[in-house]
């Protein structure tokens, strides 16, 4: 029985999971890293840090094991800018995806058509804390820390090159915002349109699906396993979950309401906008099997808001079902904008000015309305991202927002369609696990994923048809208070 360990490096929480060949979960560790939070909107993590939970978790799900893994599964958050020097060394503070020191940035080249430009090339759109404007803003303000660094990478491959020795960067953590998703290249133009195509040196060429890497003397002796043994490194933490929640055929879609709402869906054609018609947002993510892609709709915030909702009314997660249950469909006429983040939105439009709002509030208006009102407008969020994305099958969800019976109920009554729940909590580990046997030619799991599904109900229906067109009509509103350029949305 081949055990493999998935190791997802998130945000705020590393985790590894080891799976057997049945994808039953045998052990299992976590540990929380470190975000540092700077005036101006600044977030940013150390590698060394990382890599420590890392290896912590590593060890500790190893310990519980009868012996070492046939594999490791490396998995992770996307975005930022995590740059380091020929030895896998940090030559500053990895930037994290949630920085916003950019903002600024990006809304001048959605004024002067930047953002437009580089997404009629690559299909993919911008925000503060990608590679784009972060290179740029480095290349203004530090200069000689690009010179220092040979590689401008991402949290994945930053940790992969420290247990091997090797840069493998995925395709799927390449994509935004300069890669050509068919040809798996970087576009010259998309760099030259930034004002940053003397970083191209920084770049590393995508990996060609079905690179295994192994582990090195050092990395061995970190983890405290063989040397030589398999690592797999990608995709990132949105396409390992739609692995791992079992997204097969085109149309199926995801919905991970976590720290991040991120909505994604399978398509079989990459449509970048060479005419520039459509509102330059999301992006194009390859996944390992060929004519595959992910049309992914990441929207900033998703339980994030919810936990600000809950500690401004006193409350915590523990509370959520109750509250949820002491407030109607329709939040009592309180209606919220769920814009939260400090770097504004990324999809389904990009805006580093958006912002959120409660509205509708008064006296007879209780806790239970605006949390109520909150987890809502994430759904009405999710909604907009998924129409966007072009979802037409089969939805999963996953995150920590799913666990949440009445939150799941919400969705599913908006959305207006069955979501399907995986009884497996760590989808991100079990999707690397998934990709690493199949790059490493070994069958798939023996037995069928099972799951929990939530079917809508009809009489919240006509409340939540209603309620989205109001939030959409709220939203265009927003916008144009906001005041950045504006394009017609695809429907």
């Known amino acids: 029985m081949s055990v493999l360990i998935g190791v997802d490096i998130g945000t705020s929480v590393t985790k590894a999971v080891a799976f057997d060949s049945g994808g039953t979960q045998l052990a299992s560790a976590a540990r929380r890293s470190r975000l540092t939070q700077l005036p101006g ?283 949820l249950g002491d407030s109607p469909p329709g939040a009592h006429g309180v209606t919220a904008l769920p814009f939260l983040s400090g770097a504004g939105e990324r999809a389904p439009f990009v805006d580093p000015e958006a912002r959120g709002r409660l509205d509708g509030l008064s006296l007879a208006h209780t806790r239970a309305d605006a949390v109520r009102a909150v987890c809502e407008a994430i759904g009405y969020a999710a909604r907009h991202c998924l129409e966007t994305a072009g979802l037409t099958g089969v939805l999963a969800a996953c995150g920590g927002g799913t666990r949440s019976g009445p939150w799941a109920q919400l969705f599913a009554d908006i959305l207006g369609r069955e979501i399907r729940i995986p009884a497996e909590t760590e989808v991100g580990a079990l999707g690397a696990v998934r990709v690493a046997r199949l790059f490493l030619g070994e069958p798939a799991e023996t037995e069928p994923q099972s799951f929990r599904t939530v079917e809508p109900r009809a009489a919240s229906r006509g409340v939540y048809e209603d309620g989205y067109a109001a939030y959409r009509a709220a939203l265009e509103g927003a916008r144009a208070q906001w005041g950045g350029p504006r394009w017609t949305a695809e429907d």
């Open 41 to 323: 909107g600044r977030v940013e993590q150390d590698l060394d840090d990382v890599v420590r939970t890392v290896v912590e978790v590593v060890r500790e799900t190893v310990a519980a094991l009868a012996g070492p893994p046939a594999a490791l599964a490396l998995t992770g958050q996307g975005d930022g800018l995590w740059l380091r020097d020929a030895d896998g060394r940090a030559v500053r503070p990895a930037i994290s995806w949630m920085d916003g020191r950019a903002s600024e940035r990006v809304a001048g080249w959605l004024a002067d058509g930047t953002v437009q430009e580089v997404y009629r090339h690559t299909g993919s759109g911008m925000f503060p804390g990608c590679h784009a404007p972060l290179l740029a803003h480095l290349q203004e303000h530090e200069p000689e820390t690009l010179a220092r660094a040979a590689t401008a990478g991402y949290c994945v491959d930053a940790v992969a090159q420290r247990l091997t020795g090797q840069v493998s960067v995925d395709a799927s953590d390449a994509t935004l915002p300069f890669l050509d998703p068919v040809t798996r290249t970087y576009s010259t133009e998309a760099l030259a349109a930034c004002g940053i195509g003397d970083q191209a040196r920084l770049l590393p060429a995508p990996a060609v699906p079905g690179t295994v890497l192994a582990l090195d003397p050092q990395g061995a002796g970190l983890l405290g396993l063989p040397v030589g043994l398999p690592v797999t490194a990608g995709p990132y933490d949105l396409p390992a979950c739609a692995v791992g929640s079992g997204v097969r055929d085109v149309g199926d879609g995801l919905l991970i309401v976590g720290t991040t709402l991120a909505c994604q869906v399978l398509t079989d054609s990459a449509l970048t906008d060479p005419a520039g018609s459509a509102e330059p947002a999301g992006m194009w993510l390859c996944t390992p099997a060929p004519g595959r892609w992910l049309r992914a709709m990441p929207a900033m915030v998703g339980t994030a808001a919810l936990e600000w909702a809950l500690a401004l009314t006193g409350t915590t997660t523990a509370d959520l079902d109750e509250l």
